[in-house]
């Protein structure tokens, strides 16, 4: 709720602008800074105050200031968006995920797919995001096990990003390669508008190229090959098909320089009854909301499954959570 009222974003602005460096452990406000900075009803918003103090999400500074803190750990979990702790997301994700109750009951009982998409354009801004933000641990764990490679990256490329939706990661990935031009594709056409509207918010048109199109017909037209091809978070929404499937990845094997990298990040589920490894608790959420839309892959089918496209070499990278593919021709 506190993301949804802007709470949070109002604490992460005011924390960057106060602390240019070090680290931010704490934020200062009083009550009615945030009614009259969000213009938020006064009597609603102590409401919510006093629940958060009742969670232990915001402690008193000073009694008779009205003035608060955030909590200890409360900016790292729950506000900075960059932080590896950050887990605000995935509990905005349930947050969020609970007004489709209804439908997706309906949907338990019947068997009918319901789709993420039928969210609120809003609601669906703040899941890439989330996303997105899967992209940017890709990008770090990329960056740190291909450091020559990204290297080169720094001084110039051509990166194509396929399914770059709403355009976070593209923004991600342009933010830190600022010599490479990007090409960024999907079907959605809601998506690519936010996208588009990102590009011009940063003035990056020269830069950044946005089409509206399925893989094949790109790949018949567009002439250029790419150093790069990032597929974050999208493998498994693809159309379920494996022969659609095989033929999107013999069309970016096309795309891609002989000695280019095609980078995927995806999660990997794995089988319900397997033995438990690691704490999934992001990839099963996202399981459960997509169960019956989406195709998930395993570390042993994903690998059977590139074994059945043109690509011949397969590296899959797993540290502190994250993980990423790294596939060669
Ligand atoms: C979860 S979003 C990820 C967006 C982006 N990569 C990011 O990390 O912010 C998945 C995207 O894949 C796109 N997608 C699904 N199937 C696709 C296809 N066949 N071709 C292009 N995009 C596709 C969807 O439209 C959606 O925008």
């Known amino acids: 709720m506190g993301r949804r009222l802007g709470i949070f974003d109002y604490l992460y602005q005011k924390a960057k602008s106060k602390f240019s460096s070090g680290k931010n ?5 009083t009550p009615n800074e945030l009614s009259e900075n969000l213009n938020l009803d006064f009597k609603y918003l ?6 958060a103090l009742e969670c232990g999400i915001l ?12 909590a200890p750990f409360v900016y790292d979990l ?28 309906e949907s338990f009982k019947t068997g009918k797919n ?3 998409l039928d969210l609120p354009v809003e609601i669906m801004i703040d899941l890439q995001e989330r996303g997105a933000r899967f992209g940017t641990l890709v990008e770090r764990l990329f960056s740190k096990k291909y450091e020559d490679f990204c290297n080169n990256l720094q001084k110039h490329g051509k990166i194509l990003e396929l399914g770059c939706g709403y355009g976070f990661n593209l923004e991600t990935w342009a933010k830190k390669y600022k010599n490479v031009s990007f090409v960024g594709i999907d079907i959605d056409p809601m998506a690519l508008k936010h996208a588009k ?15 509206e199109t399925e893989i094949e017909e790109f790949t018949r037209s567009f002439k250029k090959k790419f150093d790069l091809i990032i597929l974050n978070q999208v493998l498994h929404e693809m159309n379920t098909d494996e022969n659609y499937r095989k033929g999107v990845f013999s069309n970016l094997y096309c795309l891609l320089k002989d000695d280019g990298i095609l980078l995927i990040g995806e999660n990997m589920i794995p089988d319900t009854f397997a033995a438990k490894k690691t704490f999934q608790l992001f990839d099963i959420t996202h399981k459960f909301t997509e169960v019956k839309t989406s195709l998930f892959y395993d570390e042993k089918t994903f690998r059977e499954f590139i074994a059945s496209t043109p690509f011949k070499r397969v590296e899959f990278i797993r540290e502190s959570g994250s993980s990423i593919w790294v596939i060669r021709k």
């Open 25 to 29: 452990v704490e934020v200062n406000f």
């Open 46 to 51: 102590d409401g919510w105050i006093h629940l």
């Open 59 to 70: 402690e008193i500074l000073d009694s008779n200031q009205k003035l608060l803190k955030t």
């Open 78 to 105: 729950l506000i900075d968006r960059n932080n590896d702790s950050y887990i605000g997301g995935t509990l905005g994700a349930f947050y969020y995920i609970a007004p489709a109750q209804d439908i997706l009951i």
């Open 114 to 116: 319901w789709s993420i």
């Open 197 to 211: 509207k990102l590009i011009e918010k940063h003035n990056w048109k020269e830069r950044i190229e946005i089409f």
